[in-house]
């Protein structure tokens, strides 16, 4: 931190003096943190309140625990989407994505066509196929298993990261299979990792007003739970910014934070705001138009202090934050930049205005402009190559 030594009857303008001032209750919760001290829910609950000030301490302080957990490289992997189909009837309020029969822009990919497209993803360079859908009425369970088989026929190298939670339990209903024979199944033919999406808010009032019939909060702890145990490794999200308040931030980030003490099988973290324009939960109103710029700044930040002794790594959402904002939350404390992406559908539907492909040499030149290193890893955060 600079200081300078202000004459007896000037105004100060050192750092120290400037940080000085700031709420002393915040300030404690920094430094407890800053200590390698776990910080519970109502702190967390303190810090997702930082303004002017405050908030420039917590960002300080999240960047630097991020230096201390990660060092300077921030790290992205080349990846497609694959959303073999957005045929969905869940009714879930915030999606824009899902459609039904006969709507004009209704796709249901063949197997075929979601392995031609993995393997095209392989010949330029991608090492993973990320794979998600709405939940198709006619689709046997049995489809997940045939999709990766069809996959790995054609890539066999490629990593398949693969159905939220709520996929799952659609597969092992449609099949009836318990969810830990249904993961093996997968893991069997060559599923790689799960995806921690679905999750939104973890709280049951919340869960119960943006979507009614999606799997419960307990669910999907359990689905989780029950992926790591056989041996396949999830990531974790948050979807913020909509009709819920830092409580439930906090809480969230508190329950991902004990499954990673019990199972130690999460990845990453990756705070993912509400895109609203679209979003039938936004068009039929009472509800806000996503998280503010303040609030996607704090969410990173705070993920980082809650999580830093658990959980190394926090990503962003270019997609969803736009590469330039990503650039600042990366300097609060999150230490991954996410996927080049190819058709990435989901946020776009919703109308998202980034775009849905970046190339590596774009992450390079955006890490580089914030004194960092860039690094290409695998889907578990192995090094693949470092750009010094
Ligand atoms: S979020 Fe998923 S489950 Fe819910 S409506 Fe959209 S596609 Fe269907």
Redo the contacts with the bound molecule.
Sequence with gaps: MVTEIDSPGVVGTSLDRILGVIDLNTSHILDRAMNGEEIGVEDAVTLFGAADLELHALCITANELRKQAVGDIVTFVTVRNINFT?I?Y???R??A??KHFGDEEAETLTIDEVARRAEEAWESGATEICMQ???HPKMTGYEYRDIIIAVKERVPDIHIHAFSP?EIQYGTKKTGLSTRDFLLMLKEVGLGTVPGT?AEILDTEIRQKL?KN?LSAEQWVEIIKTAHSVGLRTTSTIMYGHIDAPIHWARHIAIIRDIQKETGGITEFVPLGFVHWDSPLYLDGGVRPGPTGMEDLRMHAVARIMLNNWIKNIQVSWVKLGPKFAQLCLNAGANDFGGTLMNEKISRSAGAPYGQYMAPEEFQRLVKDMGRIPAQRSTTYDLIKVYE
Excluded: P, R, S
Aim: charge should be positive.
């Design positions: 957005n969905c869940t009714g879930c915030f999606c994505f899902a859908g709405g939940l709520f679905a979507t999606k």
